[in-house]
C-alpha cells in the first residue's frame, strides 16, 4: 500500500513564532492581523503564539533564525512588505530575505515560512494584505500549521 503524507491544517500544542517588519506597518501589521487571526482558528492558544517586531524585512532572518534555533517553537513565521516604488534596493531587499528564510528552513530543521510581500506598488501590498488577493499572513500561517505537523509526522514515521 503507497504511504501517503500529509500535514494537517490544525495548530497542534507547538508554539508559533511570528516576526514581523515595522517598515510598511500599515501593511504587515494587517498581515500579522492575518496570522494571528489564522492560527487561533485553528486551534492555537495566545500562549502559543510570540510576535517579534523587527525594523526591516532585512532584520528578519537573524531575529527568526534565533528563533528557529531555539528548538521550541514549530514553525517561525516571516512577515514583511516590500514595495519597489520605495526604493532603489528593492532588489537587493527580496534577494536578502529569500535566501535568508530558505536557509533558516534548512539549517535549523524548522519550518520558516515566507510570508514577505514583493510588489511594484503600495495598491498590489493593500491586495494582498486582507483586500481583493487574501491576505498573505493568514496563508502563511496555514503553511506554518501544515509544515509543522508534516514534520511531526515525519519524525515519528
Ligand atoms: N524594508 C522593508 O521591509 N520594506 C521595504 O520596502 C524597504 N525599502 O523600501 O527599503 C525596507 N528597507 C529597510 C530594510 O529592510 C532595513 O531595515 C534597513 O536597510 C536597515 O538594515
Not at 485553528?42 to 531575529?63: C, F, M, N, R, Y
Not at 534555533?69 to 516571516?78: E, N, P
Not at 520605495?86 to 530575505?97: A, F, L, N, R, S
Request: proline content about 1%; hydrophobic content about 45%; overall charge neutral.
Amino acid at each position: 500500500m503507497i504511504q501517503e503524507i500529509k500535514g494537517q491544517l490544525n495548530a497542534g500544542a507547538g508554539r508559533y513564532a511570528i516576526v514581523v517588519s515595522r517598515f510598511n506597518e500599515f501593511i504587515t501589521s494587517r498581515l500579522l492581523g492575518g496570522a494571528v487571526d489564522c492560527l487561533q482558528r485553528h486551534g492555537a492558544k495566545d500562549e502559543q503564539i510570540a510576535v517579534v517586531w523587527v525594523p526591516g524585512t532585512i532584520e528578519i532572518s537573524l531575529a527568526a533564525k534565533k528563533l528557529a534555533q531555539r528548538g521550541d517553537f514549530a514553525a517561525v513565521l516571516c512577515l514583511g512588505a516590500v514595495i519597489r516604488g520605495q526604493t532603489g534596493h528593492y532588489d537587493h531587499v527580496c534577494q536578502q530575505i529569500s535566501r535568508g528564510v530558505g536557509q533558516i528552513n534548512l539549517e535549523t530543521g524548522v519550518p520558516a515560512i515566507f510570508g514577505v510581500l514583493t510588489c511594484d506598488t503600495i495598491e498590489q501590498a493593500i491586495e494582498r494584505a486582507g483586500t481583493k488577493q487574501g491576505n498573505a499572513g493568514a496563508s502563511a500561517a496555514l503553511a506554518a500549521m501544515e509544515m509543522a505537523d508534516l514534520l511531526a509526522q515525519l519524525q515519528a514515521l
